[in-house]
């Protein structure tokens, strides 16, 4: 367990310091001559006195070890500060940090006997976050009449946990039945400034009671509350057809279709389906049928999409582009003559040449899935000389290579990509069919043909694809003996200069930059006045409002009494106030940064380097900080030594996996910082021995951070030290990279990222490997 062996020397300390202290107290000073001094000196203990504990160390330790999510070694400090130094002015708080840690870990009844002596005094600023946790342990302890007296006397106190303590006592008070009493309580903190995701909860619960009262106008009025101020088209969605429902319960037919026929246009999704069954079975079609076409098109129910478009076409609703979608839902169906009619006909009505060239080119595919690919192939080529210019031009070439590829007709796919290429170099069909042709030749021992084709991308492409090319042009001139490899390999730098072609070319010319800035030190105020200097170059000035302030001491107060998900929430809705205002984007993450907050900060420099426009100058170095952070630096620097891993290719990781949110999960079950799968933690525990180890450990950033080292550690002596080989073994598995490699050993990194054939896997080394390159040119290490 991370710090315990600090516990264990502070009580060997400890233990010394009393056994001094009793033998100096029981003997007797007597009066010794010195003696005269030797030839030899003698030499002094290998180990200094260590000086003794104080509370002031105990609660760092303690802080220390809770910030990486290390509770059990908190509480021991917190315990050991309490009984050592009861009066310390630490105590209270340490005492408040103790009972929270309990409550993480569902002790709540120590929570509460550790909480009461903060109760007693009322006139104690420590006594209102002890109340919301003691209104807490009631709650878990099933005592719903004393968490409501504890959180309404603590909603009486107007803090700005206020709305919270109502949310969490209405739902006592539900229990208990006193349901009138709920709803107030819920619509108090509606109708609040909280998050606004806690807003339209507490009015969802609100429309529940109504609902059970009888009352369900209550509910269309709450449920346009939420309308007021959501603007999630989906879940906007959802409501409007929950409140129809209502409006029919309260017998308002005229409201239910009207709310019906609003969902409908709000977002074509399921909500908007139901609203649409809903009335077509009272026989009204009286709502938009060109939405409706997109709502079932967005649940594949082709046949009523086709009614709804047979609908837009009568009622001279965008005719042509509701007979290309019309003819697009009859291909899917496989009627293959209708969907060319219909493409034709929509071709020939189309006024707008979006709607035109569109209907053209799904003509052509239908007509190529229709049997003919040969003759398919030649429509596509034809239709990129006709509208050269069209941004549809490059996937008609990219399509007839595809099909080309079908026939078996290598050379005719070859020139087609390579004309693709050569046309439209700035575009990712170009750039992707063009470094496909050079690959195979650069593969088939032709360096020459290979570098043309990748010089063509360095001369006329823009961004990542010009750092492509002339990074590939530049390893093509080095294996030949050109000199010429130096100056494309800045090329590439000077292209994309974070990019993974950047990072990979200032190896070769050996010159990866190195930063200075050490892991722990913090911005300073001169960091952030460069940032606001930059800001005042391109944006207009403008003074940070008060609402993110709220936001940020809202989220603190919620931390401290142990609500960490209502407290992300706080933090996810002051990025959503940002909007298109870099003052405020740099004022919340300012105020994240300080908060200890490094995903939320990161999030909203993030935001401010989208907000920048390209005229823009350099942005200073805290801007890339804030972005690239070095949170846990300890932990971090700790396990990536003890299983040889570079720090700062951890930190890249980490980034890459999670930005730096202990709370990260995905899609898969990946849980915590590393992004660690169960399974793989249930092995990683073995092997590491934790007997204890449970799944929602994952989600502790010290357990995060160790398993993450210990498995990158693996991969990296699994693919014999290469760094490019033990990315992809930990996002793709060790047998898929073993597989790209050709065994353990990566000979040539640029080639076996290439070989890659998960595109998550190679975007991941890619984007890792730049943000590693970042890392290494800002922090110094070790």
């Known amino acids: 367990m991370a710090l315990q062996r600090l516990v264990r020397q502070r009580a060997v300390t400890w233990i010394c310091g009393i056994m001094c202290c009793w033998l100096v107290a029981c003997t007797t000073p007597s009066f010794q001559p010195s003696p005269d001094p030797t030839a030899t000196p003698t030499e002094l203990p290998a180990t200094p006195t260590p000086l003794p504990i104080t509370s002031t160390d105990l609660w760092q330790r303690a802080i220390a070890a809770s910030v990486i999510g290390d509770e059990d070694t908190a509480a021991q400090f917190l315990s050991e500060l309490l009984q050592l130094f009861p009066a310390a002015p630490e105590a209270p708080q340490a005492r408040l940090l103790l009972a929270r840690s309990y409550a993480k870990r569902g002790a709540w009844t120590s929570a509460a006997a550790v909480l009461r002596p903060l109760l007693s005094d009322p006139t104690q600023p420590i006594y209102v976050p002890a109340l919301f946790l ?155 049928p060109w939405a409706a076409a997109q709502a079932y098109r967005a649940v594949e129910r082709w046949t009523d999409v086709i009614a709804m478009l047979d609908m837009a076409i009568a009622s001279g609703q965008d005719p042509a582009e509701a007979l290309r979608q019309r003819g697009l ?97 700035t575009t990712t069909l170009g750039i992707t069919a063009l470094h496909r042709v050079a690959l195979a030749r650069f593969d088939a021992g032709d360096l020459t043909g290979a570098g043309e084709l990748w010089q063509t991308l360095a001369r006329h492409g823009q961004g990542i694809g010009q750092a492509l090319g002339a990074f590939w042009a530049g390893k093509t001139a080095q294996a030949l003996g050109d000199p010429a490899a130096t100056a494309l390999f800045q090329q590439a730098q000077a292209s994309a200069p974070d990019s993974f072609y950047a990072v990979r070319a200032a190896e070769e010319l050996g010159a990866v930059p190195t930063g200075h800035i050490p892991f722990t030190a913090p911005m300073t105020s001169d960091d952030w006045l460069a940032l606001t200097e930059w800001i005042r170059s391109w944006a207009s000035t ?24 209502e407290a992300r929430g706080e933090w996810l809705d002051g990025l959503r106030q940002i909007g298109e205002s870099p003052v405020l984007a740099l004022d919340l993450a300012q105020r994240a940064y300080h908060a200890g907050a490094t995903y939320y900060a990161l999030l909203a420099a993030e935001r401010l380097t989208q907000l920048a426009p390209t005229t823009a100058g350099p942005p200073p170095t805290s801007l890339l900080r804030l972005r690239f952070p070095t949170p846990y630096a300890d932990i971090v620097q700790q396990e990536a030594t003890a299983f040889g891993v570079d720090p700062l290719l951890l930190y890249a990781l980490i980034r890459q996996e999670s930005l730096f949110n202990p709370a990260a999960t ?59 080989g033990a990315l992809a073994a930990y996002n793709g598995g060790l047998g898929n990279a073993r597989r790209w490699a050709g065994g353990n050993t990566v000979t040539d990194p640029d080639r076996f990222i290439e070989m890659i054939d998960f595109n998550e896997t190679r975007n991941y080394v890619w984007s890792v490997y730049a943000f590693y390159g970042v890392y290494r040119s800002l922090y110094r290490w070790p």
Not at 691 to 700: E, G, I
């Open 542 to 565: 403008e003074s940070p409002n008060q609402t993110l302030a709220v936001v940020a001491e809202r989220a603190r107060l919620l931390a401290e009494v142990g609500l960490e998900d």
């Open 666 to 724: 995905s899609w898969v079950g990946a849980r915590g910082l590393t992004q660690v799968m169960p399974e793989t933690g249930r092995g990683i525990a073995q092997n590491l021995g934790m007997s204890n180890f449970q799944l929602d450990d994952l989600y502790r950033p010290y357990i995060s951070i160790r398993f993450g080292a210990f498995y990158l550690g693996r991969r990296i002596s699994d693919m014999n030290g290469s760094l490019h």
């Open 329 to 425: 839902a009859r291909r899917v169906l496989g009627d293959f003559s209708g969907a060319l009619a219909d493409l034709a006909t929509a071709r020939e009505r189309a006024t707008n040449p979006e709607t035109f060239r569109q209907a053209a080119l799904d003509w052509i595919q239908t007509y190529g899935q229709s049997g003919m690919t040969a003759e398919a192939a030649m429509l596509y080529r034809q239709y990129a000389d006709e509208w050269p210019d069209d941004p549809r031009a490059p996937v008609a070439l990219d399509r007839a290579a595809q099909l080309y590829d079908r026939l078996d007709d290598r050379a005719t796919a070859t020139a087609v990509r390579i004309e693709l290429g050569q046309r439209y170099p």
């Open 134 to 288: 003691n209104a807490r342990a009631n709650e878990a302890a099933g005592l719903h009449e004393a968490a409501v007296a504890a959180y309404s006397e603590y909603e009486s106190l107007q803090t700005p946990l206020a709305p919270y303590a109502a949310l969490r006592a209405a739902a006592q008070l539900r229990v208990l039945g006193r349901l009138a009493e709920a709803e107030a309580a819920y619509l108090r903190a509606a109708t609040s400034t909280i998050a606004a995701g806690q807003r339209a909860a507490a009015y969802e619960q609100a429309m529940e009671l109504a609902v059970l009262a009888n009352r369900p106008a209550d509910g269309v009025a709450y449920a346009r509350a939420i309308l007021s101020f959501a603007t999630q088209p989906d879940y906007r969605a959802r409501i409007l057809v929950r409140a129809a429902a209502l409006a029919d319960a309260a017998g308002d037919e005229e409201s239910a279709r009207a709310l019906r026929r609003e969902a409908i246009t709000t977002y074509a999704g399921a909500a908007a389906v139901q609203a649409i069954d809903d009335l077509r079975a009272v026989g009204d079609t009286a709502f938009d």
